[in-house]
């Protein structure tokens, strides 16, 4: 009598997992298909746009203000322009995006696809907060590349240099090299909200609900470091240090504030992705 061989069904094999770099490119793809991503990176690209019309119409010369400093200084204005935004509109753009990440797939029943792909809930957040990244990687880049191509087209270049607040000019190499500092720096600044922001996220089904807590947040860090009295509670607050990108315009260049808000940034991210995975991995999908 010889032995059957029964093989196992297709249906019951085990499921093979999907490649992470798929993952990862699927996710970006959904991200940049969004109308309203589209939206906000052209307003982004806007920008520095308006602000150097500005000044060019102005044409009054270098003037008081951090704004007014730009006329006939191209290269300040990627980094007044990046500054200008890290007070609400890169956040917003960054809670935007981790708010339709999973509370707005949970809503809409497509996160439990994703699951059932098969991705684990480990993976699930990586290629989430990727896609967040992906966002905040592509507003800061807007605003710097056509602050950069705005300030030389239509403000001027002052001869070619950077023209720093203390008074002292820097060659090109040296200005886009304190650009891609400002960027660098700016980017993990939103990295933090957007840790915060997958955490709300993953706690409701409503994306309004992430917009408003985490930019009611932002504001109340704001008041708060605003309050002289409250001054010893400064460190802990994500937006202590945010106008730390204008040290970028001083020569020598103080670093301290730059690298107290990026120590401070990793904390809330690290905060963030810890309440994320806790979140997923006990959520009921």
Known sequence: MTAAVISRPESDAAPRTVPLIRLL??????????????????????VPVLISIGVAVADAGPGPGLIGAVAGNGFMLPIVAITVSLSLLLPLAVAMAAADAIAGEAAHGTLRG??????????????????????????????????????????GRAEGQLVTLSGTALGPGDAFARVSLVVAWTIVQLAAVGAVALAVSALTEHPSVVVTSV????ILFGVLTAIP?????????????????????RDPMPLGEMVQSTVRALCYL????????????????
């Open 25 to 46: 490119g699927a996710e970006v793809r959904w991200v940049l298909r969004r109308p309203r991503t589209l939206v906000m990176l052209g307003v982004f690209a806007l």
């Open 114 to 155: 994703l699951l059932l792909a098969p991705v684990g809930r480990l993976r699930l957040v990586g290629m989430k907060a990727f896609g967040v990244l992906v966002v905040a990687v592509l507003a800061v880049l807007a605003l710097a590349v056509m602050g950069v191509l705005a300030g030389v087209v239509v403000v």
């Open 215 to 218: 930019l009611g947040g932002l």
């Open 229 to 249: 009295a409250l001054e010893w509670l400064q460190p802990y607050l994500l937006t202590s240090g945010w106008t730390a990108a204008v040290d970028a315009l």
């Open 270 to 285: 690290a905060l963030g992705a810890g309440l994320t995975v806790y979140r997923m991995l006990r959520r009921d999908f």
